[in-house]
């Protein structure tokens, strides 16, 4: 009753079924029912634990009569029937047809399925027969490998070798089948009685449909097709479970024959693999044989042979010894393979145990220690790559000496043109002649025969290298894929157990351990006889090293004495500062080298050779350390590198050299114990001893912390006046608790059992402190070049200007000391925003570097880093590139870094290349433009990269938006190609002086929409650029320079014209700046109204001292002249008086006695003055 209740239930929920191809034979997976709701997953799970016992054994709900049964002939007729019905709609036509087209695909499925159920069926019977067939097989594999015929040759071995190599490859994929085929069964057993419940509930529910249709008295075309397509949908289900019943039923007989048939596969494999290594080197000793004796007849024939052809000869005997070198690579590449697929098939089984254990275990202390043992004995990745792009190379050499070989082949092609050469060589006559032809003849024969051999050779040692390379290739991928399994889980499993009483009871036992004398005296003593077994490597460090300790104070006083002359203002070179960081690096290497000397002899012959290598660890380690620090504490002395070359504060470097002083004492020992420790083999000890000394390095590292960051301190109060506005300061309620905390944080962790995780992200730590000191140094040694390159161009300009101004000077000492016109042919340099771009510009390079360095650093330690790369933005349609959020991240930063070189690397370019060379201002801003533009370009293209947009993706997009801004924005499109035309063909530059618009003016600046002219009253006028192109455009000084200056001067009449002439031409002629090519000319223009008229016309040679020379100009004609007596005409109005008024007596106009004059009219407050000029009444 449950039962009907659960398929009435279903009956409502689920719709048509959904059928899935029946699984192929030989094949790893079944066609599963996918259940549509979670709900009827539950139904069916329910249905299983009700009557899964009776399921198996129950017939089909109805057995089907023979009338019932349908064959693709049947829907056949039927859809001929519908097609040829004229009653029926089209829409019913097209549903009914549907159907019957599904029904025909259920007869199919069906089909399959009962394919599928008869094979079940036929393994299930021949069970008995397959066992005993299999165990005959097994016993009839022989024990040892055939033996290989003696008189085989090197064509028949390389075919059996190529048979055999075959079939191993064969019986390694079915032994992979047959080792996943118990969990496939184990699945399908749980999933198949599934199935069969599911499949019966739907099969009522069909079985229902079918009584429905069978009770209509007069079925119409409908009702049939719809009967048709329930009958086909029965018939597959019916298979299916049968399909499955028999498959159930197969795998329950064939239990025993499973394992027997892997074992027979495994036994065959490790036969023929000796098998394969035995005919391998056959093949390889046959090879070299033939090489050998081709090689031997080669230097018999250049022996014997005529001297006029002792060049084949030779030439014979070259190639016969390659040939033989050529077999000996093909075998040492062959072993080689072999080797690198062990490694491989090693590999991958040892990922394969270690994520089944991971797996079933879960991260335990066990599976930790199992993890990072594992990952020590990974061989380092970098090792397989540098092999494989040795084997590159390899391949690259092959592959020219073979084209190489066929070119020498084509020329063997007619061998009687080459005889004949010969012959002629020789100048042989008669039988001499003819036998000469002979044995010239047979070594060309025999060069073509060793050349034909070589490149089969050559063509074979290609493909084992190809070879090798793809394997060295899928074992560099498959190592680099477990190290980033091992690293992201090892990291945050328990090392050891938490620090406990036991653990002070080991530390003790380690303190004897590494303190015993007996051990130290017994290492010094084997020292001592490595230095006097094997003197040469003492002496080389003792002729290295003394120098460096003698010079000591030599050093400090030669440091002392470059940071004086740097410190002085007029210091502009950056060499002293490169040679007092070489002098600091060499004065600090003394003794860190000798501790990598000692650890370095320590590894080498140290005994007893557990303590030789735990003190060479520390050893190594602490020096590396001690070298940072002192470079640091070396820095900071008085008139040192920091106070003379980078002008840190100089309150805050004491303080700093007390602090890392006492790091040295307190911080090395503790870390030497740590990491000594840590290199030892029994973890009891490195876990409690070198646990504690990890601990107290880290405590007396926050401790330092704190003391020497902390706000009130010397240290950051000297600090503050310089970063008061900085990040750093606004920053510092963030990195001052982490400063100080992180160090506590790794102890805790190493105290709590943390101890492998504390370790290595101490070690990282150590090694960003590393990144952060060496982008503080390159940062100050940046903006002390940036200081000298502008302090220099400081000193330049000012020189410049003290020229200009001496000569401008000589003009006359009336000119004025700086013309209105900017100047078009010198740029100035503004030195305040090459120096602030410049700056930023350093700034954000060093954050990039930085970002990169702290990635680098720690992407190996913390997984989380690599997650982003595993969160899918989206993919490409055909799935082969994936864009993840790590590629996002890297597009964002591209475009950054695009945008900031585009607004900052002109500046740079300006201040460290265009001006030290000898290009025009113009032209070093049109590079600096096309640099600009270069890096937005190559930024977006970069971008795009990262996110996976080629061109081929999305040309179409691009054309389509290119035709739509086309139209919209056509006048932007418009200036923009015209701004790129005007930087490449300039007709227009930076500097010129143009006019545009009655505008007259200087270019200032040409950007990509518009140009800027600024005219003499400093305004900016914005010109569009297609107006450059397309417009009119009076260019002044486009390829010439020279400018002629027109001065009008009017004489009065009367005066001497010859004179006014001969001094205007000596005025003109002893001007110093005017050209005297073309000739200034002065020309009496015309006789004016009230003056003579004279025009004045001569050439500047440019635009700079244009207004000067005017000036000087007029000064020196109105002085001659006055000198000269000549009167420079007023201007002058004749009126003509046509009618007298009554009035016109008061001007005297009329016959009489003359009348008084009248009286001056006085000027009150307010009034005008007078008119500056006087006017002639006539």
Same mark, same amino acid.
């Given at each position: 009753?449950?039962?009907?209740?659960?398929?009435?239930?279903?009956?409502?929920?689920?719709?048509?079924?959904?059928?899935?191809?029946?699984?192929? *034979?030989?094949?790893?997976?079944?066609?599963? @029912?996918?259940?549509?709701?979670?709900? &009827?997953?539950?139904?069916?799970?329910?249905?299983?634990?009700?009557?899964?016992?009776?399921?198996?054994?129950?017939?089909?709900?109805?057995?089907?009569?023979?009338?019932d049964r349908v064959t693709p002939e049947t829907i056949d007729e039927q859809l001929k029937r519908i097609d040829a019905a004229e009653g029926m709609d089209d829409e019913t036509k097209t549903t009914l047809q549907k159907s019957l087209q599904q029904a025909l695909k259920d007869l199919e499925t069906a089909r399959h399925w009962a394919a599928s159920a008869e094979r079940f069926e036929r393994d299930a019977a021949t069970t008995p027969d397959d066992l005993a067939a299999t165990r005959d097989e097994l016993d009839a594999l022989p024990r040892e490998p055939a033996a290989i015929p003696a008189d085989a040759g090197l064509t028949q071995l390389e075919q059996t070798l190529s048979d055999k190599t075959a079939k191993v490859a064969a019986d390694k994929a079915q032994l992979a089948e047959l080792d996943a085929e118990p969990k496939r069964r184990v699945d399908r057993r749980a999933k198949a009685p599934k199935l069969i419940v599911a499949l019966r509930e739907r099969l009522t529910d069909v079985e229902r449909q079918l009584q429905g249709l069978a009770s209509a008295a007069n079925p119409s075309e409908v009702d049939s097709a719809r009967r048709l397509a329930l009958l086909a949908q029965r018939q597959a289900m019916e298979q299916e479970i049968l399909s499955h019943e028999k498959e159930l039923l197969a795998y329950e007989k064939r239990v025993e024959w499973l394992p027997l048939r892997r074992d027979l596969v495994a036994r065959r494999i490790a036969l023929g693999e000796r098998e394969t290594t035995l005919w391998r080197d056959a093949v390889n000793r046959r090879r070299h044989q033939e090489a050998e004796e081709q090689l031997r007849l080669a230097k018999q024939a250049e022996a014997e042979a005529h001297p006029a052809i002792a060049g084949l000869a030779e030439r014979n005997a070259q190639l016969a010894e390659r040939r033989k070198d050529v077999s000996l690579l093909i075998g040492e590449t062959t072993v080689q393979l072999d080797q690198t697929d062990r490694q491989l098939a090693t590999l991958r089984e040892q990922f394969k145990r270690i994520e089944d254990r991971v797996e079933m275990v879960g991260r335990t202390k066990t599976i930790g220690s199992l993890l990072r043992k594992e990952r020590e004995q990974i061989p380092d990745v970098r090792a397989h790559r540098q092999k494989l792009k040795h084997l590159h190379a390899l391949i690259g050499q092959c592959q020219y000496e073979r084209l190489e070989l066929e070119d020498r082949r084509s020329a063997l092609s007619n061998i009687d043109s080459e005889v004949r050469r010969h012959a002629q060589t020789a100048s042989l006559r008669g039988d001499a002649a003819a036998e000469l032809e002979n044995a010239a003849r047979r070594a060309l024969e025999t060069e073509k025969e060793y050349v034909d051999n070589l490149i089969v050779d050559l063509d074979r040692y290609h493909y084992k290298l190809l070879d090798l390379a793809a394997a060295e290739e899928q074992l560099t991928t498959q190592t680099a894929e477990f190290v980033k399994y091992i690293d992201e889980r090892v990291l945050w499993i328990h090392s050891t157990a938490p620090l406990s009483l036991a653990s002070l009871a080991h530390s003790v036992h380690a303190a004897a351990w590494l303190t015993d004398p007996e051990a130290w005296f017994q290492?010094?003593?084997?020292?001592? %006889?490595?230095?006097?077994?094997?003197?040469?490597?003492?002496?080389?460090?003792?002729?290295?090293?003394?120098?460096?300790?003698?010079?000591?104070?030599?050093?400090?006083?030669?440091?002392?004495?470059?940071?004086?002359?740097?410190?002085?203002?007029?210091?502009?070179?950056?060499?002293?500062?490169?040679?007092?960081? &070489?002098?600091? @690096?060499?004065?600090?290497?003394?003794?860190?080298?000798?501790?990598?000397?000692?650890?370095?002899?320590?590894?080498?012959?140290?005994?007893?050779?557990?303590?030789?290598?735990?003190?060479?660890?520390?050893?190594?380690?602490?020096?590396?350390?001690?070298?940072?620090?002192?470079?640091?504490?070396?820095?900071?002395?008085?008139?040192?590198?920091?106070?003379?070359?980078?002008?840190?504060?100089?309150?805050?470097?004491?303080?700093?050299?007390?602090?890392?002083?006492?790091?040295?004492?307190?911080?090395?020992?503790?870390?030497?114990?740590?990491?000594?420790?840590?290199?030892?083999?029994?973890?009891?000890?490195?876990?409690?001893?070198?646990?504690?000394?990890?601990?107290?390095?880290?405590? &007396?590292?926050?401790?330092?912390?704190?003391?020497?960051?902390?706000?009130?301190?010397?240290?950051?109060?000297?600090?503050?006046? @310089?970063?008061?506005?900085?990040?750093?300061?606004?920053?510092?309620?963030?990195?001052?608790?982490?400063?100080?905390?992180?160090?506590?944080?790794?102890?805790?962790?190493?105290?709590?059992?943390?101890?492998?995780?504390?370790?290595?992200?101490?070690?990282?730590?150590?090694?960003?402190a590393y990144?952060?000191?060496?982008?503080?140094?390159?940062?100050?040694?940046?903006?002390?070049?940036?200081?000298?390159?502008? *302090?220099?161009?400081?000193?330049?300009?000012?020189?410049?200007?003290?020229?200009?101004?001496?000569?401008?000077?000589?003009?006359?000492?009336?000119?004025?000391?700086?013309?209105?016109?900017?100047?078009?042919? %010198?740029?100035?340099?503004?030195?305040?925003?090459?120096?602030?771009?410049?700056?930023?510009?350093?700034?954000?390079?060093?954050?990039?570097?930085?970002?990169?360095?702290?990635?680098?650093?720690?992407?190996?330690?913390?997984?989380?880093?690599?997650?982003?790369?595993?969160?899918?933005?989206?993919?490409?349609?055909?799935?082969?590139?994936?864009?993840?959020?790590?590629?996002?991240?890297?597009?964002?930063?591209?475009?950054?870094t695009a945008m900031v070189a585009a607004r900052n690397l002109p500046a740079l370019l300006e201040l460290a290349v265009l001006q030290r060379s000898k290009l025009d201002p113009s032209l070093r801003y049109t590079v600096a433009a096309i640099m600009r533009y270069a890096s937005i370009v190559i930024g977006l293209l970069v971008g795009c990269h990262f996110l996976g947009l080629r061109w081929g993706t999305v040309q179409w997009l691009v054309a389509a938006i290119s035709v739509g801004l086309g139209f919209g924005l056509q006048e932007i499109f418009s200036n923009f190609v015209s701004g790129i035309i005007i930087l490449f063909e300039r007709p227009v530059r930076v500097g010129d002086v143009v006019t545009v618009d009655d505008i007259t003016g200087v270019i200032s600046r040409i950007r990509m929409r518009a140009t800027t002219i600024t005219n003499w009253d400093r305004k900016e006028f914005i010109v569009p650029n297609r107006e450059f192109i397309t417009g009119r455009l009076l260019n002044w000084t486009l390829s010439d320079q020279v400018n002629r200056i027109t001065i009008n001067v009017g004489i009065a009449y009367g005066s001497d014209t010859q004179l006014a002439t001969e001094i205007l031409t000596r005025i003109v002629r002893e001007q110093p700046l005017i050209l005297t090519e073309p000739p200034p000319r002065v020309t009496f223009e015309a006789f004016g109204q009230s003056s003579l008229d004279y025009v004045v016309r001569c050439f500047l040679p440019d635009m700079e001292n244009r207004l000067a020379v005017i000036h000087d100009l007029h000064m020196s004609i109105d002085r001659e002249f006055r000198a000269a007596g000549i009167e420079i005409a007023f201007p002058q109005q004749n009126i003509h008086i046509r009618s007298i008024p009554a009035e016109a007596g008061l001007l005297g106009m009329r016959s009489g006695p003359r009348p008084e004059p009248l009286p001056t009219p006085k000027l009150r407050a307010g009034d005008d003055d007078p008119p500056a000029r006087s006017r002639q009444v006539a």
């Open positions: 009753m449950g039962r009907q209740t659960l398929r009435a239930v279903e009956i409502r929920l689920r719709a048509n079924c959904e059928f899935r191809e029946p699984p192929r *034979r030989g094949g790893l997976r079944h066609g599963t @029912v996918r259940a549509r709701t979670p709900f &009827f997953a539950c139904l069916a799970l329910l249905a299983v634990f009700v009557g899964v016992s009776t399921t198996l054994a129950d017939p089909p709900a109805t057995s089907p009569a023979p009338n290492l010094g003593r084997s020292l001592w %006889e490595d230095m006097k077994s094997q003197p040469i490597p003492g002496i080389l460090a003792f002729l290295i090293l003394a120098p460096l300790v003698w010079n000591q104070r030599r050093l400090r006083r030669k440091t002392t004495e470059i940071g004086t002359t740097a410190a002085r203002t007029n210091c502009c070179g950056i060499l002293p500062t490169v040679e007092a960081l &070489f002098l600091l @690096v060499l004065l600090c290497a003394a003794v860190p080298a000798m501790l990598w000397y000692v650890s370095w002899r320590l590894l080498a012959a140290g005994s007893p050779a557990d303590l030789a290598e735990a003190v060479a660890a520390g050893l190594t380690y602490s020096a590396s350390i001690y070298l940072i620090l002192d470079l640091v504490q070396q820095m900071c002395r008085r008139d040192g590198l920091a106070q003379s070359h980078f002008d840190w504060p100089e309150a805050a470097l004491k303080p700093l050299r007390k602090y890392i002083q006492i790091a040295k004492v307190s911080v090395l020992p503790s870390v030497f114990i740590a990491v000594s420790m840590a290199a030892r083999a029994n973890n009891s000890l490195a876990d409690s001893l070198g646990r504690f000394g990890f601990i107290a390095a880290m405590a &007396f590292c926050s401790l330092l912390a704190q003391r020497a960051m902390r706000y009130h301190g010397p240290l950051y109060q000297a600090m503050l006046p @310089v970063c008061h506005d900085g990040i750093l300061n606004r920053l510092r309620l963030l990195w001052y608790p982490v400063a100080v905390l992180m160090p506590l944080v790794l102890a805790a962790l190493a105290a709590t059992g943390y101890y492998y995780t504390a370790f290595q992200l101490a070690g990282r730590l150590v090694a960003s990144v952060l000191l060496g982008l503080v140094v390159v940062r100050s040694l940046l903006l002390r070049w940036i200081l000298v390159n502008r *302090r220099k161009l400081a000193i330049e300009q000012a020189r410049q200007r003290r020229a200009a101004a001496q000569a401008e000077g000589k003009l006359t000492e009336e000119t004025p000391t700086a013309s209105d016109i900017p100047t078009p042919t %010198e740029q100035t340099l503004d030195l305040a925003t090459i120096n602030f771009q410049t700056r930023r510009l350093v700034k954000y390079s060093l954050t990039v570097a930085g970002t990169i360095g702290f990635w680098v650093v720690w992407v190996d330690v913390l997984p989380a880093l690599r997650i982003f790369d595993r969160i899918t933005l989206w993919q490409s349609a055909d799935h082969s590139r994936v864009t993840s959020l790590a590629d996002a991240f890297l597009a964002i930063l591209a475009f950054a």
